[in-house]
Structures are given as C-alpha cells and as structure tokens.
Antibody, heavy 117, light 107 residues
Framework: QVQLQESGPGLVKPSETLSLTCTVS????????WSWIRQTPGKGLEWIGY??????NYNPSLKSRVTILVETSKNQFSLKLSSVTAADTAVYYC????????????WGQGTLVTVSS | DIQMTQSPSSLSASVGDRVTITCRAS??????LAWIQQKPGKAPKSLIY???TLQSGVPSKFSGSGSGTDFTLTISSLQPEDFATYYC?????????FGGGTKVEIK
C-alpha cells in the first residue's frame, strides 16, 4: 500500500521560505506524477504544482514563488514556497497521480504550516 | 480556471439514508471529474474518477454520474463511517480545481 507522509516546520516567519518534504513508502517514486496541494478555510483546496521526473508544472497563481524538486534515491519530493505571508497559512498535502490528466489516487494526511512572526 | 460549484455545502442525514451531492463545472470537463472523501485528521481518500469509476477498494454504495458540466455523487445507504466532507475535483485542464465541499453530518 502506497503511503505519503509530509514533514517540515509547522511555523514559518513572514517573508521567509516554507520548505516541506513528502516521503513515499510502499512504492517507487519513479513513473508517477507528484503534486502538492494546500487547504485553507477561506480558499478551500488549491493545487500548487507537480513534478514528474525532472519536469514541473506550477499553478500560475503561485508560480513565481514555488519550486518542487524530487530526490529519487530517497523516494522523496519537496516543496519550497518563498516570500510567505499569513495567506500561505494552510494544511499542505502531497498526492500521487498517474499522469498529468489523471486524478490524485493517494494523498498524505497533511501538515499544518502557520506563517507568523 | 474552471470553477467547481458543489451543493449543498452541508447536509444532515440519518444512517441508512440515500444521499446525493451535486457538482457543476463552469465549462465542459469531458468527464474528468473525481470525488474525494475527507475526514478530520486523515488523508483525503479518492473515491471516484472519470465521473463514475470507483477507485479500487471503494464500496459499491458510492456511485457517480453525470456528464458535460453536471455531476452527482450518491451514497446509497449512509453508514456511520461515511460522515465526512466530500469534494469534487476536475482534472480536465490546468490548474486542477476543487469544489467547496459538502459536509455530511449526522441528523
């Protein structure tokens, strides 16, 4: 059974960079697409971007601040979101899909990141 | 971006009830529609994709229907473990977008 687990700091200061890692177990990170999604009470669920091998696709609304990388040897991929504000406070999820036009089939349970000084 | 509108935003139902949730897309999405179940503190769970295909392991009490822009999720006989929030999501075009959710509560 594929499992995804997000990890990273739960508190980030305004203007700094949010960094999260998703560790994939029970399957290889190769051959799949890996996305980051966040959830806020105000905006609901918002797709952030995906990585497939070294190729990425980002939500235009966040593109200037987002970097997603994959570390195949560790079966992990990561999210960096720069210049954060309180509006970036959210639960961040990682998820798997089998293609760019495929649904998310596995999700992590999410990690809350609060942006505050 | 494609806007996804769900209704109702919440509903109260009893164990054994038949429950229907609707989702409307702001443009045609070629049945690239998924339904997702979310329980507090748990990983979201994919229930249905391609509007009506059950993910592996999902019980047949869940069903999806619809085409074009209008879609429906039905739970045929609500059980205690089904009380959760349900989201629709389109993956026809980027960025993928989600409905606002329907919270199913115990009456």
């Amino acid at each position: 059974q594929v499992q995804l687990q997000e990890s990273g700091p739960g508190l980030v200061k305004p203007s700094e960079t949010l960094s999260l890692t998703c560790t994939v177990s029970g399957g290889s990170i190769s051959r799949y697409y890996w996305s980051w999604i966040r959830q806020t009470p105000g905006k609901g669920l918002e797709w952030i971007g995906y990585i497939y091998y070294g190729s990425t696709n980002y939500n235009p609304s966040l593109k200037s601040r987002v970097t997603i990388l994959v570390e195949t040897s560790k079966n992990q991929f990561s999210l960096k979101l720069s210049s954060v504000t309180a509006a970036d406070t959210a639960v961040y999820y990682c998820a798997r899909h089998s293609g760019s036009y495929f649904p998310f089939d596995y999700w992590g349970q999410g990690t809350l990141v609060t942006v505050s000084s | 971006d494609i806007q996804m509108t769900q209704s109702p935003s919440s509903l109260s139902a009893s164990v054994g009830d038949r429950v229907t949730i609707t989702c409307r897309a702001s443009q045609l999405i070629n049945n690239y529609l998924a339904w997702i179940q979310q329980k507090p503190g748990k990983a979201p769970k994919s229930l249905i994709y391609a509007a009506s295909t059950l993910q592996s392991g999902v019980p047949s009490k869940f069903s999806g229907s619809g085409s074009g822009t209008d879609f429906t999720l039905t739970i045929s006989s609500l059980q205690p473990e089904d009380f959760a929030t349900y989201y629709c999501q389109q993956y026809n075009s980027y960025p993928p977008t989600f409905g606002g959710g329907t919270k199913v509560e115990i009456k």
